[in-house]
């Protein structure tokens, strides 16, 4: 065989031998879920008890849905879903240029967010729903993005939103709900940050911008990774001149959420509609919270660069770690308008438990015990054994005390090595002694210490440890 096709063969056979997955994707081993899962419980948990129902929607959504949502910046991170069975089949030479062939060939997309699909759920069930309609949603979503540290391409998202009341009572709600999440998982380290989309529209008025406000919140949305210089510089390329320029960055500093400041901003900004909605709202939502503004900022450079945000914007960063937002939201009034049901104000906001992750995970903060999965093992010494321990095992279970059976009668090394490895805190040793004699041999495997005890005593046992 020549030696080029010995060659392909081996490139062939190490791709096939190789498996992986898509760049900006994941496996979780079960220690990683456990972590996971306990975010995700603490989350609902708050979720919950401020009385938020779950929904769940299709990770596909059409592209109809999706598409104009986001912005431009947002529709180029799409993940479009080729149609099914020979898509190409009727598309002729000259629509193959991507603007015409995409929407011929891809009808379907993944979901980026859930908010979107939230508002196609209300206005297809609309009948159904009461207002105000208070749903979280805890699901993967996808965003064609470049990977990097804490932005993947597939992630979760946990959201709340109320849809069909305008009350600041919501946006009290919400700083509340991340102060009791973050509370729980002993997350201290960190910031919840406000603004409002009026007052940056009050802002842009001021400096006789407004024709590129859509682009200028997108620009400032970036002050964070571009820092002011790079915000100025991509304002004068914009076309803005140095006293506009100006006129936005005054405006951009982040400082204590109080009156005083709300007053100083007030006195800065003409007598205007954005003006006054915006320095309302958010004087109205400081007494709401009585004023108890622990780690909470008024942030003039939060802009959150979607286009559905019409009121209060929020974003929380982590102080103690290099890491981006952790989750973020505000307030959209007319989001269920282009799915053509017109004056339903919502609100909402989205944990990444992904970066969460993260940064507990770099802070060491996770529960020592939080990837413990079994709290039993037993250890059969012979075949007989197995049905002298099975009822036992499912007794454990019916009270709450989670328990394996070993399936092989291997050495009992092997069994304990086997427990030790997942972190099991209790061996159950059953061989012909124990079994003549009606008893258990219960070994402490962190102690070290084992004793005998009789066997209908094990759940009592375990249950006063």
């Not at 081996?10 to 498996?19: D, E, G, Q, R, V």
């Not at 879920?33 to 995700?40: D, S």
Request: hydrophobic share 40%.
């Amino acid at each position: 065989m020549p030696y080029f096709c010995i060659a392909i063969f081996l490139i062939a056979f190490n791709s096939m031998s190789k498996p992986s997955i898509p760049r900006g994707t994941r496996d979780f081993g079960p220690k990683v879920m456990a972590k996971r899962k306990y975010i995700l419980n603490t989350i609902e948990q708050v979720y919950q008890s401020f009385g938020f129902m779950p929904l769940e929607t299709p990770s596909m959504e059409n592209l109809s849905t999706l598409t104009g949502k986001y912005g431009a910046e947002g529709d180029q991170l799409l993940f479009k879903v080729l149609n099914s069975g020979d898509y190409l089949k009727d598309i002729s030479a000259d629509k193959f240029e991507s603007k015409v062939l995409t929407p011929l060939i891809s009808e379907k997309g993944l979901r980026y967010d859930l908010t979107v699909p939230l508002a196609r759920y209300v206005v297809m069930n609309q009948n159904e729903v009461s207002f105000p309609f208070k749903r979280y949603q805890m699901q993967p979503v996808w965003r064609a993005d470049r990977p990097q540290k804490g932005r993947y391409r597939e992630f979760w998202q946990c959201d709340a939103d109320v849809l069909g009341t305008p009350s600041l009572l919501c946006e009290a709600d919400f700083v509340k709900i991340y102060r009791q999440v973050f509370s729980k998982l002993k997350l201290t380290g960190y910031e919840i940050r406000i603004n409002h989309r009026k007052l940056l529209e009050a802002v842009v008025e001021k400096a006789d911008a407004s024709a590129h406000f859509k682009t200028i919140t997108i620009i400032i949305d970036k002050a964070d990774k571009i820092g002011i210089d790079g915000v100025k510089n991509e304002l004068i390329n914009l076309g803005l001149n140095e006293t506009q320029t100006s006129v936005i960055l005054s405006l951009l500093n982040k400082q204590a959420f109080n009156a005083a400041n709300l007053a100083n901003i007030k006195s800065a900004l003409p007598d205007t509609e954005n003006a006054n909605k915006a320095i309302g709202d958010l004087t109205q939502l400081l007494e709401l919270l009585n004023h108890q503004t622990d780690f909470v900022y008024l942030d003039g450079s939060l802009a959150r660069g979607l286009d559905y945000y019409t009121g209060c914007i929020f974003e929380v960063v982590p102080t103690d770690v290099q890491m981006g937002s952790i989750s973020g939201g505000g307030r959209y009034d007319d989001l269920t308008g282009i799915f053509g049901l017109k004056g339903i104000s919502g609100i909402g906001i989205s944990f990444g438990i992904d970066r969460i992750y993260d940064v507990m995970e770099e802070l060491n903060i996770f529960p020592a015990d939080g990837t413990k999965f079994t709290d039993v093992l037993f250890c059969c010494m012979d075949e007989k054994a197995f049905a002298y321990c099975l009822p036992l095992a499912d007794d454990l279970r019916l009270n709450g005390i989670k328990t394996e059976v070993y399936p092989d009668t291997s050495k009992l090394k092997k069994q304990l090595d086997y427990a030790n490895a997942k972190n099991i805190s209790w061996a159950v040793i059953i061989g012909e002694n124990e079994m003549n004699n009606n008893q258990l041999a219960i070994k402490n495997l962190v102690s070290g210490e084992q004793e005998l005890i009789d066997k209908n005593a094990l759940t009592l046992f375990l249950e006063k440890l």
